[in-house]
């Protein structure tokens, strides 16, 4: 959860700082899912599996500064812990585990009329995959029953806001992520799709 609470202080931070200079701020939690390449076996019987599923939560911030050009970031993390499971000629590997993304992204964003508007997107993430032990393994500050794998993302996704009452909105997303070096799971791109609801903040909030 360290990853987690250091996107919450930072976004904390930016919140206080750039409040007085955003022409808008924009920020939501949602629910949504994973959607990637199937599970696939290669010629030499090593298996590799998918990413796909899971209900992964989410919460995002996006601030609008000038011209509709703004920039935001978020976070989506699995709920539940799912099975990771890779099989070969003379192997079997299995651990819980739990896959993270966050980005920080340039923005574009726009209100087409009342009660619609949207934002488009793209930047730099990652993806944690965190595979979980029997165990705890203890450093200076703090122990974690954990293993993480990191890969570098670059993100792009776009969104509609249709606000429903005053300035609150929901929210339908789609994003993409580009995997760098995703060799845990077969493909190096997800999908994730989710809905959200949200707050804009205008100027004078």
């Given at each position: ?73 978020e976070a989506a993390w699995r ?18 585990y739990r896959p993270i993304f ?71 997303e789609a994003h993409y992520y ?28």
């Amino acid at each position: 959860m360290k990853k987690l609470l250091a996107f919450v202080f930072f976004a904390g931070a930016l919140f206080f700082t750039l409040t007085a200079q955003a022409q808008e701020f924009h920020g939501a939690f949602g629910f949504g899912s994973i959607k990637a390449p199937s599970a696939t076996t290669d010629s030499n019987g090593t298996n590799f599996p998918s990413v796909s599923g899971g209900l992964y939560p989410s919460f995002s911030g996006f601030f609008i500064l000038k011209h509709h050009i703004g920039f935001g970031g978020e976070a989506a993390w699995r709920a539940h812990q799912a099975v990771y499971t890779a099989t070969g000629s003379n192997f079997l590997f299995q651990a819980p585990y739990r896959p993270i993304f966050y980005d920080f992204d340039a923005v574009y964003g726009a209100k087409f009329n009342k009660k619609f508007g949207g934002d488009v997107m793209a930047g730099i993430g990652g993806e944690d995959l965190r595979f979980y032990t029997p165990y705890y393994t203890c450093g200076f500050t703090s122990c974690t029953n954990y293993q993480s794998s990191n890969h570098f993302a670059g993100h792009f996704a776009a969104d509609i806001r249709y606000y429903f009452w005053g300035n609150a909105f929901i929210r339908p997303e789609a994003h993409y992520y580009l995997i760098h070096n995703n060799v845990e799971f077969n493909g190096a791109n997800a999908a994730r799709f989710t809905i959200s609801i949200g707050y804009s903040f205008m100027p004078g909030f």
